[in-house]
């Protein structure tokens, strides 16, 4: 494994516990407890350029569409394009740090939706989005089926997006299918607004993405 020092630059913004002298021998050690420090919490990702690796970087930090990012970047490889996998969308409770993000109590049933972002059969995102249910049925967000989130959302042209955060944890999906235990690397989430309807997108990077675009 190629281990780089970003001691520089991580230094001030993710506190990292004292190591013992045994683990600062072992090689690499300084690399694994930043990454476990970042594992730890959700940090904003404008706070980790320079200590992610580079090529994440843009993929993590980037607030224009990801669909179109992702379909951009399969068709360069063979020409296939984004292909949206609906895993789940139903109602149910949000996760207590999801209800805090959307503002509401915890465990409120909610619009949830779960997807795979796929090339072909491989899934290269995960993602669940969740929205409060009053303003979900206003915009009829049930009748996407396995049309793009984001493509309908970057059509809004009052859309904002808040700051996003990224945390090493796996994205968990609760849809039950064979894809949703996909692993993810990387997670990012961010609320998108539009009007009154918000909307909070997590979205985990899995390791057939970093495969295909050797990161
Ligand atoms: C938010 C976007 O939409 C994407 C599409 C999703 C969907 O269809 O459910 C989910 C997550 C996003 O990665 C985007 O393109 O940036």
Known sequence: ???HSHSAAFAGKIAIRAMSRSELNTPCAHQRAMDSAVRRHWQPAASLQGVMPAGWWPWLSSSDSLTQRLDHAMRMLDGQGL???LL???TGPARRDEARMLGIAPRRHV???EVALCHGDEPWVIARSLAALDLAHGH???TLGEGSLG???FRQPDLTRSAIDVSRAPLR???TQPLARTASLWMRRSMFSHGRFRVLVQEGFTPRFQHALEL
Do not use: G, N, Y
């Open 83 to 85: 292909r949206v996998r």
């Open 173 to 175: 999906l609760a849809s």
């Open 111 to 113: 619009w949830r939706r």
């Open 1 to 3: 494994m190629v281990c």
């Open 140 to 142: 009829r967000l049930s």
């Open 151 to 153: 493509h309908w959302l």
């Open 88 to 90: 789940l969308q139903d």
